[in-house]
T-cell receptor, first 115, second 113 residues
Framework: NAGVMQNPRHLVRRRGQEARLRCSPMKGHSHVYWYRQLPEEGLKFMVY????????ESGMPKERFSAEFPKEGPSILRIQQVVRGDSAAYFC?????????????FGPGTRLTVT | GENVEQHPSTLSVQEGDSAVIKCTYS??????FPWYKQELGKRPQLIID?????GEKKDQRIAVTLNKTAKHFSLHITETQPEDSAVYFCAAESGGGADGLTFGKGTHLIIQP
């Protein structure tokens, strides 16, 4: 059973470009969470999605950031017009929930560098 | 919203000794408290968790205690080994299992040989 997959692992973008980060949850998991981690800091919740639904986006910046989890395919975190402050590691986690469990399992992360 | 404080930020212990990391939370509705271990450049890995209906949970050398009245929980690692060196994060979830986790800022645990 493959774990949570994220790609790319490393992404370099120039200021003003768009960044697309992908997350495939563990098999059987239908709940996806995105977190951002700045150097030497903890993880900050951004958004929680189920298939075709955004459940909670309270941690997402109001502008330039969007997320989706389509019926088919991976969840995508999209950052438009990136700025240097967007440089961070972005982790997604998946959870089976609905099966009476709370555990969130993390992917390897995407390290975004904005030059 | 939930706020999680974690102490200490750095903890150095001799190999074989015990390590204790403490966290407090603010939302009395929180009912799930996981601990994650993160090695440099790697993903956070769930090492143990506890739910609000339990006061203590143990898994080999790792234990977690929860005091709901005081709103704090702690991670205890006994007989520490070099491979325990990592950053440890506590977290809290208050949405009945349907919310994102609120993390502490992490504790860098250093095991001295």
């Amino acid at each position: 059973n493959a774990g949570v997959m994220q790609n790319p692992r490393h992404l370099v973008r120039r200021r003003g470009q768009e960044a697309r980060l992908r997350c495939s949850p563990m098999k059987g998991h239908s709940h996806v969470y995105w977190y951002r981690q700045l150097p030497e800091e903890g993880l900050k919740f951004m958004v929680y999605l189920q298939k075709e639904n955004i459940i909670d986006e309270s941690g997402m910046p109001k502008e330039r950031f969007s997320a989706e989890f389509p019926k088919e395919g991976p969840s995508i975190l999209r950052i438009q017009q990136v700025v240097r402050g967007d440089s961070a590691a972005y982790f997604c986690a998946s959870s089976p929930l609905g099966q009476g469990t709370y555990e969130q399992y993390f992917g390897p992360g995407t390290r975004l560098t904005v030059t | 919203g939930e706020n999680v404080e974690q102490h200490p930020s750095t903890l150095s212990v001799q190999e074989g000794d015990s390590a204790v990391i403490k966290c407090t939370y603010s939302d009395s509705a929180s009912n799930y408290f996981p601990w994650y271990k993160q090695e440099l450049g790697k993903r956070p890995q769930l090492i143990i968790d506890i739910r609000s209906n339990v006061g203590e949970k143990k898994d080999q050398r790792i234990a977690v205690t929860l005091n709901k009245t005081a709103k704090h929980f702690s991670l205890h690692i006994t007989e520490t080994q070099p491979e325990d060196s990592a950053v440890y994060f506590c977290a809290a979830e208050s949405g009945g299992g349907a919310d994102g986790l609120t993390f502490g800022k992490g504790t860098h645990l250093i095991i001295q040989p």
